[in-house]
């Protein structure tokens, strides 16, 4: 069993040297103060999908704190957002200085009067990360709002392979997309997955295909859906079995394309289907997908809005595909605060101003966390702690899931650091040990029908505090 001192280089160790080694709970869950206050709050916001209060001042590193004082073990940090743990000290520095409190108070529109820093703010952050191949940036302000933009470039881009380079707009385009029709605003589209999750956006919710409850009552553009494969875990005893559902996806996939006669702008792919259900798909697929979409003349967008920023052990999760071309725009979010797609191809960038183009255009003081970020990465190694932990945590929860097949059963992320997640028997039983898990002292997420999944900040490597999940885990089970 790891000792404490096994912890003494752990990122977490460094950060924070007064962060608790286990779960302190002062009363059940949830606790009173945040019941009330919860009731209180709900009187003028919605708290329907609130399971605690929380009180952020008092969290530290790896521990959620509620209004109860509480402190719970956090392996879903905000839905897959926290990158360094909370109140993480060289980030606080970053809050604090000079520069923050410029982007703060004198917030530029980006796009119009963008500052003398944002260069090199770019440059020595997000852009020092960037994807293989893919070397120029557009920021945005969330994750739907950067799959959108993603889109966008992809439409404009399609309609300037179709009209040609510097060919004028015609009378009846620009008379015609006043009145949301053709040719003006083409019939185009953007293929997605069954069960991708791409944001809540109206465009970007057109694309997300995960719940009904996302999508009901709102009007969608009529986009196509290719099937994901459904594969079996773990993957590399269901080799052949899978090959052939991906095959057969991949088929289908290319039945769709040629339906849609040259009208499908790009195809947008999460490298792990998260809020769908961590729903995994082989490097085999994706090389596939690139190929296909290449051949056709389709942009390809992978949306790393949760797995990037060296969740899955690669700073990118695609980075793990060997694709033979990179894809074309990739999509980030979540973990890095900051939003936005990096690409590649001049051409995606339009070629009149104010086509891409809102009144912030992203925001610097969440790039400056970003590049504090990415520096903090780097310095800490944190990618490849991210992998080992991950490796670790995988070969404990499969004995786990040895030992309790009717509770725990495909299991999946074998080398996708520590983006893992498994299988509960059904709805009612997974809500349950979410709640259970809770009551033990540890917050953890649920995706998909009926899955849990783990979404850890980055430096959430004690293994102890682990050993303290697994061991609840598996109380909760017997
Ligand atoms: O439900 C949402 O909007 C957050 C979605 C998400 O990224 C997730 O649950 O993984
Ligand atoms: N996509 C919803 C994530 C929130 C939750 O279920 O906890």
């Known amino acids: 069993m790891p000792t404490a001192s096994s912890n003494s280089h752990s990122p977490s160790a460094a950060y924070f040297p007064d962060e608790p080694e286990l779960p302190r709970l002062v009363t059940s869950f949830p606790g009173p103060a945040s019941a009330k206050y919860l009731k209180s709050l709900g009187e003028i916001f919605d708290t329907k999908a609130a399971y605690m209060l929380c009180d952020y001042q008092k969290s530290i590193g790896n521990y959620l704190c509620d209004a109860d004082g509480n402190l719970y073990l956090d392996v879903y940090a905000q839905i897959a957002s926290i990158a ?21 108070v004198n917030r530029p529109a980006l796009g119009n009067f963008p500052s003398i820093q944002w ?10 990360v960037a994807p293989h191949g893919l070397d120029k940036i557009w920021t945005s302000l969330a994750g ?18 179709q009209r040609g380079k510097n060919a004028k707009f015609s009378d009846a385009e620009m008379e015609s997309t006043m ?9 185009l589209a953007i293929l997605s997955f069954e069960k991708a999750f791409h944001g809540r956006l109206f465009g970007s919710l057109s694309t ?43 088929t289908e996939l290319e039945i769709i394309i040629k339906d849609w006669d040259d009208r499908i702008s790009a195809v947008v792919v999460e490298p792990i289907q998260s809020e769908g259900g961590d729903n995994h798909a082989t490097p085999y697929f994706f090389q596939q997908l690139r190929e ?24 990118w999760a695609h980075e793990q595909w060997n694709l033979s071309t990179p894809p074309d725009m990739v999509t980030f979010s979540k ?22 183009f809102n009144t912030w255009c992203g925001d610097p003081s969440k790039a400056l966390i970003a590049r504090g970020i990415v520096k903090e990465i780097k310095e800490k190694n944190l990618v490849s702690q991210v992998a080992r932990v991950g490796e670790y945590l995988y070969d404990a929860l499969s004995s786990l899931q040895d030992k309790h097949p009717d509770k725990i059963s495909n299991l999946r992320g074998k080398g996708r650091g520590t983006f893992i997640a498994w299988d509960a028997p059904n709805l009612a039983a997974r809500n349950k040990f979410l709640l259970d898990m809770k009551a033990a002292g540890i917050n953890i997420g649920g995706c998909g029908l009926h899955s849990v999944r783990l979404r850890p900040s980055m430096c959430d490597f004690l293994r102890f505090t682990y050993l303290m999940m697994l061991m ?7």
């Open 84 to 104: 360094l743990g909370y109140n993480n000290p060289a980030l606080i520095e970053i809050a604090k200085s000079p520069e923050m409190i410029d982007a703060i």
């Open 119 to 128: 260069e090199g703010i770019l440059r020595e952050g997000l852009l020092s």
């Open 208 to 250: 997300t295909r995960s719940n009904p409850i996302h999508k009901l009552d709102i009007p969608a553009f009529k986009w196509p859906k290719a099937p994901f494969p459904t594969l079996k875990y773990p993957l590399d005893q269901n080799e052949e079995y899978n090959r052939k559902e991906e095959d057969d996806c991949l």
């Open 472 to 478: 609840t885990l598996n109380s909760t089970f017997i």
């Open 335 to 356: 973990k890095f605060q900051a939003a936005g797609f990096f690409y590649g191809n001049d051409e995606l960038r339009p070629q009149q101003p104010f086509r891409q």
């Open 144 to 161: 739907s709002d950067a799959n959108e933009a993603a889109y966008k470039a992809a439409f404009i881009y399609h309609r300037l392979r």
């Open 292 to 315: 296909i979409t290449k051949k056709n003349n389709i942009l390809l967008i992978i949306d790393e809005v949760q797995t990037g920023v060296a969740a899955s052990g690669t700073f």
């Open 179 to 187: 009145n949301n029709s053709a040719p003006g605003s083409p019939d």
